[in-house]
């Protein structure tokens, strides 16, 4: 078990701090002065002892104060990104945190327990997976279309084609509500890596398109099952945190595609090896499904469902849940409109429009995508404390429109527009996509998200083929896109003056179908 010691000469009145249990990252309990056991926490393991004896130096400049050697035996229960965390924890550990101290910057708002931390590793794996599922196609279309002779409209009818498999993973989502979190998210995971690596041996266009639809919408219906499980399990001070971090890991497994990209330059067919790369992930999604716990608010709500429920309350919720769903896929229409095309024909307006090759793709955008995370990550936390309104507001309408000026530009501000719009534009992403998980209750919370991806889905195909139509007659992309830019212009007025805030909420105070206490005051009293 890893060991920190801690030796400091202190005044006699820090003592106290380093004899005061901590209440930070781990909350302690002190059966005996100097020994710290673990209450909650994200550890397997956790002890802490303090010794201090008096340093005897007569005439020197420490003569009086107190020698202090803390030991620390701590097991992070956080499998497989442990080692991310472990030099943090030592480093933040090493001090003391009387009582009243925050959390450091890299931890959530809310102290986890060992439970939450395991689930939520998992998780960001299962993320990582759906990350490189989810844009493969994408990436590699423009070379795929080159290998088969296709126009910008036939790239433009298969991108809306691929995401008829939204329907795929409304039926996942569905059945997610009825048979559970853990074999859906199994279902979703292997079998869309499997079919994504059918990409590889596609014969033709349209045969590629099938398989990466189905493909697609198993990567979807895993990324909304994923979420749905974060939501239920993390603290409630601290979703919006958590949804940072699944979408860091769901970059990352996107970015491993752009890591890839450059041997598409190989040969006509060496866009082909893209999709075979996710097969090398199957082992250990495997694994992971194997260790991941059934939700514990999906199985409290299978026992909910023996019990007698009063028809007219239900009425009333089934009506709030459906206002909510309308306003929720009202937003995610208008925003798909813009964001799909803008992102799907981004490699193409590189490679066509401003002479990049897939080497120098790969380059621009891992330069200009990497600093997401700084959005990501300040997004989340600003959304956990300050509210997601607010900030989703902000950063919904300044990143949409440094994503139109990419179109209208090159050189220097093509580059500068990119990195602002991903810094400030990844910050929406979890202080608004958190909210398909937190208004709806249990029962509705994976089916609901999945009307949500079909309805945003329906917007994207429309972007996407409206898209390739005017370009082709334009010349240009930046035309179609300008036109589409007013759909997270509306989007950015009713996410400040419609959307509900539910920060450090429960999802039982959100949702009165949750309540176990027919008494209990609620987001609809």
Do not use: C
């Amino acid at each position: 078990m890893p060991t920190l010691t801690t030796v400091e000469e202190v005044e006699p009145d820090l003592l106290q701090r380093w004899l005061a249990p901590r209440t930070d990252i781990v909350l302690e309990a002190s059966p005996a002065e100097g020994e710290f056991t673990l209450v909650e926490g994200p550890f397997h393991h956790y002890h802490r002892t303090v010794h201090h004896e008096p340093v005897v130096d007569p005439g020197g400049p420490d003569d009086g104060k107190i020698r202090i050697r803390q030991t620390v035996r701590m097991s992070l229960a956080i499998p497989l990104a442990g080692w991310l965390f472990y030099w943090p924890v030592r480093r933040h550990l090493a001090k003391p945190a009387p009582p009243g101290v925050r959390p450091p910057w890299w931890h959530p708002p809310d102290r986890m327990d060992a439970r939450t931390a395991r689930v939520l590793a998992r998780l960001a794996l299962l993320s990582i997976i759906y990350g490189y599922l989810g844009v493969v196609i994408s990436q590699t279309l423009t070379f795929a279309a080159d290998s088969f002779d296709a126009t910008d409209s036939a790239q433009g009818f298969l991108l809306a084609a691929v995401r008829i498999g939204g329907v795929i993973a409304l039926w996942v989502s569905v059945t997610a509500d009825r048979r559970g979190r853990r074999p859906l998210l199994a279902l979703a995971s292997v079998v869309g890596i499997v079919i994504t690596a059918v990409g590889a041996v596609a014969p033709s266009l349209l045969w590629l398109g099938v398989s990466q639809t189905v493909a697609r919408g198993l990567a979807t219906a895993l990324n909304i099952v994923v979420g749905v499980v974060a939501a239920e399990e993390v603290p409630a001070g601290s979703r919006a945190w958590a949804a940072s971090v699944l979408t860091l890991s769901a970059g990352l497994g996107a970015g491993m595609v752009l890591w890839v990209l450059p041997v598409a330059d190989l040969g006509p067919d060496g866009w082909r090896i893209v999709y075979l790369v996710p097969l090398i992930a199957l082992p250990l999604a495997i694994r992971a499904i194997q260790d991941l716990p059934e939700s514990q608010r999906f199985e409290k709500a299978v026992a909910r469902t023996a019990e007698p429920t009063t028809s007219t309350m239900d009425q009333v919720k089934v009506f709030a849940a459906d206002r909510r769903l309308i306003l929720l896929s009202s937003t995610a229409f208008l925003f798909s409109i813009f964001a799909s095309p803008a992102s799907q024909f981004l490699n193409e307006y590189l490679r066509d429009e401003q002479g990049f090759s897939a080497s120098r793709i790969a380059i621009y955008r891992l330069v200009t995508a990497t600093p997401a995370g700084i959005g990501i990550m300040i997004g989340g936390r600003l959304a956990d404390i300050r509210g997601r309104r607010s900030v989703g507001a902000v950063a919904l309408f300044v990143g949409s429109m440094a994503s139109l000026l990419i179109y209208w530009t090159s050189g220097i501000p093509l580059w500068a527009f990119s990195m602002l719009g991903t810094v400030v534009g990844a910050a929406a992403v979890p202080a608004l996509g958190v909210y398909g998980e937190e208004l709806f209750p249990t029962g509705r919370r994976a089916s609901s998200k999945g009307v949500i991806a079909l309805i945003a889905v329906m917007g994207s195909a429309l972007g996407v083929i409206a898209t390739g139509q005017i370009s082709d007659r334009a010349g240009s992309l930046a035309v179609p896109i300008t036109i589409f830019a007013i759909g997270p212009l509306v989007v950015t007025g009713m996410v400040r003056f419609l959307y509900p805030e539910t920060a450090r909420l429960e999802l039982e105070h959100i949702n009165p179908e949750d309540r176990t206490d027919p008494d209990e005051p609620t987001d609809q009293d």
